[in-house]
């Protein structure tokens, strides 16, 4: 590294410290997930024995099972729709010339920076019109709007970067666009595919206000959603909530520390053109 | 293929994003913004009330301040984070200990977390007999332990050390990456100055992470604007008005109050104030530029 390592150690003290200062309050959830039922506690005590019947009771009691199921429904299916219209349109934004190119560009861009709460009203009374609300499309399909925006940068800037002599090598041996994008383009863009992917997942998963507007039917409600239902009404079960809560986060944040790298630098090119 | 066909093909690609982008984000705006002009209930016919809505909304205390209430939310998700930021990631490049990798991937952690988590976890943490408190009842506080979420002065201070918590990682990692940009010969030439850390830091490194800073105060401003998650799961814009902000003042008016025109006019002028500050972030970073 090009800054000589001139205080390492305050250095060193400064990132431990801070990291401690992080993973204090999760490890404080983690364990308050562990404790007795009912239990009054007010720090980090070790629990007397690990109580996973608290997940049991998040799992079956409060529906944490219907939840989880919803939330994965619906980002599964976000993530699908998002990263097929946003290959194709990247596509053509990053290999294709053509009339009006600029300005439907930038008309998508524009959905990165128009705040989904400028988008939910009419959105919900819509929604409502068509009765779409209370089923799963109601979140899916503005979400794959929305997330479109960001998709369709996010592969045009990968499309943009292929060699044009390896599209039209292709060309010339008389391969379609199609057939250009799935044999020849595709199996190389795996890597910002994956960025994509994750990035679609984590943002649909943790998504609230949509479906807390969309949906009231209680067995098609999100993860999120139900988390922020159950501390509402069970103030007494903190175990419970606990335990629900990590299941909440769990999936996103396994996901994430599998593939952080690459995640941490498709934010930072994601975030670069807002 | 036909010419025309050929002339036609880049369109058809466009064709799937396009239609999920208009009529689920691009229509709906628009409809925002022409809805504004209208009293409504949502459900009996609206009434033109030109610029009401938006003369209701500037004189409205409970409008104000909870655009003040974003704007204080600016300085704890935004401005916080970036100063915390540098030092944690100059150190985290300076320092060569074991496990660097890891840490910042820990830092980074909380991003992951869906905000519904962090704030029942943090009400938890902030509540009158959690951990916070005992922790200062421990070191003999008691003076200090308030209900941090339910008190008049800290209420809005400490949502905003939840958002400094949740957003410092994604600066750290941000300027991380920004860091190894930053040609070492250009601290070559600042050591060959004579340059001490201070100096190095303000001549080499604060402006070569220009573009960092900037992507990462836009991220989190907006993110402080926008801040709703987290005020609905703790404290619903109490106690009093003291944390209402924009985002719950738009649910509200929407779908509780049967305001629709209402909310729509401070939806348009929330998004009017995320253009402008995003701009403005952009403007002083390009201005600023090598």
Not at chain 2, 2 to 30: D, H, M
Request: charge should be positive; glycine fraction near 8%.
């Amino acid at each position: 590294m090009s800054i000589a390592p001139r205080s390492g150690a305050w250095s060193a003290a400064l990132l431990v410290s801070f990291a401690a200062i992080t993973i204090l309050p999760i490890l404080g959830i983690v364990l308050l997930s562990l404790q007795p039922e009912q239990a009054q506690l007010s720090g980090f005590e070790l629990p007397d024995r690990l109580h996973f019947e608290n997940y049991a009771r998040a799992w079956d009691v409060a529906q944490f099972a219907s939840y989880l199921r919803s939330s994965v429904i619906v980002s599964v299916a976000v993530v699908a729709g998002t990263v097929v219209v946003s290959t194709l349109s990247g596509y053509a934004f990053g290999t294709m010339r053509f009339a009006g190119q600029d300005v439907l560009f930038y008309l998508l861009l524009a959905g990165l920076v128009i705040p989904f709460e400028a988008v939910i009203v009419p959105l919900y009374v819509e929604l409502r019109a068509g009765h779409l609300t209370n089923t799963y499309w109601s979140v899916v399909l503005p979400l794959i709007g929305v997330n479109s925006s960001f998709g369709t940068f996010w592969m045009r800037a990968y499309f943009r970067a292929v060699p044009r002599q390896l599209i039209e090598a292709a060309s010339l041996d008389g391969a379609g666009s199609l057939r250009i994008l799935w044999r020849v383009l595709l199996p190389g863009a795996r890597p910002a595919l994956l960025t994509l992917v994750v990035l679609v997942f984590m943002w649909s998963w943790n998504e609230f206000l949509l479906p807390l507007v969309m949906l009231s039917r209680e067995d098609l409600r999100t993860a999120p959603l139900g988390l922020a239902f159950f501390a509402g009404r069970y103030t007494v079960d903190r175990s419970g909530m606990a335990a629900a809560a990590v299941m909440v986060a769990l999936p996103v944040v396994v996901l994430f520390i599998a593939t952080h790298r690459r995640f941490v630098h498709g934010m930072w090119v994601g975030a670069v053109k807002q | 293929m036909t010419a025309r066909g050929r002339r036609a093909l880049p369109y058809l690609y466009l064709l799937p994003a396009f239609l999920f982008f208009v009529p689920f984000v691009l229509v709906p705006f628009a409809h925002t913004v022409g809805l504004s002009f209208y009293d409504w209930d949502g459900l009996t016919r609206a009434a033109f009330t030109g610029l009401g809505n938006y003369r209701e909304a500037f004189g409205s205390a409970l409008v104000r301040s909870a655009f003040g209430h974003a704007f204080v939310l600016i300085f704890f998700f935004g401005v916080l984070p970036v100063l915390l930021a540098l030092p944690l990631a100059v150190s985290s490049v300076n320092a060569s200990i074991p496990g660097g990798n890891a840490l910042r991937t820990l830092i980074f952690l909380p991003q992951a977390i869906s905000t519904v988590v962090v704030g029942v976890s943090w009400g938890w943490i902030l509540a009158l007999d959690g951990p916070l408190n005992a922790g200062l009842h421990a070191f003999g506080l008691d003076w200090a332990a308030v209900d941090w979420l339910g008190s008049f002065t800290w209420a809005l201070p400490s949502l905003g050390i939840v958002g400094t918590w949740t957003l410092t990682g994604l600066c750290v990692a941000l300027f991380f990456a920004g860091l190894q940009q930053i040609p070492g010969s250009l601290y070559d030439a600042a050591a060959v100055d004579g340059a001490g850390r201070l100096r190095e830091f303000l001549a080499v490194t604060l402006p070569g992470l220009k573009g960092p800073i900037a992507v990462a105060l836009t991220v989190t401003v907006i993110s402080a604007l926008r801040a709703f998650d987290l005020v609905f799961v703790t404290t619903r814009g109490g106690p009093g008005t003291e944390t209402v902000v924009p985002g719950l003042l738009i649910y509200r008016r929407a779908f509780e109050d049967g305001r629709l025109g209402s909310a729509a006019a401070i939806a348009v002028i929330l998004s009017i104030v995320v253009f402008a500050v995003t701009l403005l972030i952009n403007r002083i970073a390009d201005r600023n530029a090598p």
